[in-house]
């Protein structure tokens, strides 16, 4: 099953496992189970009658032949008597009769009892005269029942409320645990997990997003390098329109005369920069529009040249000019020395000549930070960033230094601040000015170049 | 009767480093800036060598490598770059190179590497 963790589709691979999915209100238990079910066809979903018509009212997303494997837990349904599962077939709901009739007929392998709290509670509330019937809805009784159950074959998930220890999570042979925290206005969701008895756990924590109301799980991945090169598909860059970033979803839109601060944690990989920051600079390269490049420190001579390659800039390289503090063979490299800001500053002037329209200049302030002090470095940003203004053009700062001086000028400065984190080995942007949602970042290469791919977490 | 070379790179400064170089020997370095060019000097002149840089002023090396091997695949094809990432690597080999090396290598390693291929 794609974006989903390998661990949980290997754990319910087996016979007979309690899987249970626990978590607070509002952290995704339904939605996860749902999701679960449209995925697995082995699956049958079992909920009291609310819930079931909540997910008629509300889940169109699901396939129509998952709204035939949901069932009402104490609805009356037509089964067959079942001699496979001895006396605990008569101890159960006819929802559940059913559900093992499906079992024995190899359809189903899988109930998900979505939750245990609602059934709980909503039976203990009901009107349950016949004694037989209350037998079987005692929680203690379910419960113990349930467990029978599994060891007979049957897989069961069971959705709880709550993060805490108890019975059930004593005796589940795998325990997730759905988490929800809001940082600044931003959601982010995470799936934890406890224990997958007999799987290896290669991850613990798994981010995950509720786009369009399905359960995604979002892994970050690493780069790969495209099985074949296709050339960079370019965006027009016209006058009196947004410049496209090629990156980044609306609402963050680059205008002519801005300036953008990419604010990278130290442990963003490289690659995660490059792929940020290269679709826009091969786009104006693409359009033909001088672009003059400081590079970052993730960027070395040998890092371009490859970069040049990935996205088939040969032809474009006229317009390219590197800054760099070494001498080098290659035209498209200019040598500055990065000791002197006066001469810095005039290497990157002197790129751009008065028929350069509205240029890109690119300035990777963490390379500068073995050269300058903090004070000529935020001088050099403010004079090119108010030489870029009357230009018409774009000015990127970017790097990965936790400098808090320079941060907060660049923050100070910029029209557009987008901050990058990884949380727990996955990457996440978001934006503060403007302000936006996170968005979840992975790198693919599948188009013949590598782009980023991002999932607003939901 | 003297050998050729035939220079494929953008970067005249590389040329001229490469005549430096090999200043001393029977050796006719003809150089050639895009793939055009590169085409038909190889064509015309027929090198007993050629050095192809991955960065090109019109295409990447890996493409010139695959047009010279079409046209003859006996050639023999020296990367030289300044690029030198595996993936990279494995590329121009597999579209025919013989051998890759490093622009910033040591000028003896050049001469001495070069020369091999023209015995």
């Known amino acids: ?458 | 009767m003297s050998k050729k070379i035939l220079l494929v790179d953008d970067s005249q400064l590389f040329y001229r480093f490469v005549k430096d170089v090999l200043k001393k020997e029977d050796i006719e370095i003809i150089w050639a800036k895009t793939m055009k060019e590169a085409i038909d000097k190889f064509k015309k002149e027929k090198p007993d060598l050629t050095l192809i840089d991955i960065i090109l002023a019109d295409t990447s090396g890996v493409d010139v490598i695959r047009k010279i091997k079409e046209i003859n695949p006996d050639s023999n094809i020296v990367v030289i770059s300044g690029l030198d990432k595996e993936y990279v690597i494995k590329e121009a080999l597999d579209a025919g190179a013989t051998d890759y090396m490093i622009k910033n290598t040591s000028i003896s390693f050049f001469r001495q590497k070069v020369l091999s291929y023209l015995e």
């Open chain 1, 1 to 458: 099953m794609k974006n989903w963790p390998p661990e949980i589709d290997e754990f319910l691979g087996r016979k007979g496992v309690v899987l249970l999915i626990r978590g607070l209100p509002g952290t995704g238990k339904t939605l996860f189970s749902l999701t679960l079910l449209d995925k697995r066809k082995n699956c049958i979903y079992i909920a009291p009658k609310k819930v079931c018509d909540d997910i008629r009212r509300n889940y169109s997303w699901l396939q129509k032949d998952t709204f035939e494997r949901i069932l009402v837990i104490d609805e009356k349904y037509e089964y067959e008597h079942s001699d496979k599962f001895g006396n605990l077939f008569f101890l159960l709901p006819e929802s559940f009769k059913y559900a093992l009739n499906l079992v024995e007929k190899g359809e189903v392998d899988t109930i998900i009892l979505d939750s245990w709290h609602t059934i709980v509670e909503e039976l203990k509330y009901k009107v349950l005269e016949e004694r037989e019937r209350r037998e079987i809805y005692d929680p203690e009784r379910f419960f113990l029942n349930l467990i029978k159950l599994s060891d007979q074959g049957v897989n069961l998930i069971i959705a709880k409320e709550g993060a805490q220890e108890d019975a059930l999570s004593y005796v589940a042979d795998g325990v997730i645990t759905l988490k929800r925290w809001i940082e600044n206005g931003r959601i982010f969701r995470s799936l934890e997990i406890n224990k997958l008895r007999g799987v290896e756990i290669r991850k613990s924590e798994y981010m995950f997003t509720l786009k369009e109301g399905k359960a995604k799980v979002v892994t970050s991945g690493e780069f790969q390098h495209p099985q074949r090169r296709e050339e960079f598909k370019m965006r027009e860059i016209k006058l009196g329109f947004e410049i496209p970033s090629m990156v980044f979803p609306s609402p963050i839109g680059f205008h002519r005369g801005n300036t953008i601060l990419y604010d990278f944690e130290e442990y963003i990989p490289r690659e995660y920069h490059l792929t940020t920051l290269m679709p826009t600079i091969a786009n104006f390269l693409k359009n033909g529009i001088k672009t003059i490049v400081v590079p970052p420190n993730d960027m070395d001579l040998n890092e371009i040249k490859y970069q040049i390659y990935l996205y088939s800039l040969e032809k474009n390289l006229s317009s390219l000019k590197i800054i760099y503090p070494e001498e080098e063979m290659e035209e498209f490299v200019e040598f500055a020395d990065f000791y002197t800001l006066k001469d810095l500053m005039e290497r990157v002037e002197g790129c751009i000549e008065d028929t350069d329209n509205m240029p890109l200049v690119v300035i990777g302030y963490d390379r500068l930070f073995s050269f300058l002090s903090p004070n000529e470095i935020m001088q050099f940003i403010d004079y090119m960033r108010n030489f870029i203004r009357k230009r018409g053009g774009l000015l990127i700062i970017t790097g990965k230094v936790s400098e808090k001086t320079i941060k907060r000028f660049g923050a100070g400065v910029s029209d557009v601040y987008i901050k990058f984190k990884n949380i727990n080995g996955d990457m996440v942007m978001y934006g503060i000015k403007p302000w936006t949602r996170a968005y979840h970042l992975s790198i693919a290469s599948e188009k013949g170049y590598p782009y980023t791919i991002m999932e607003e977490i939901l």
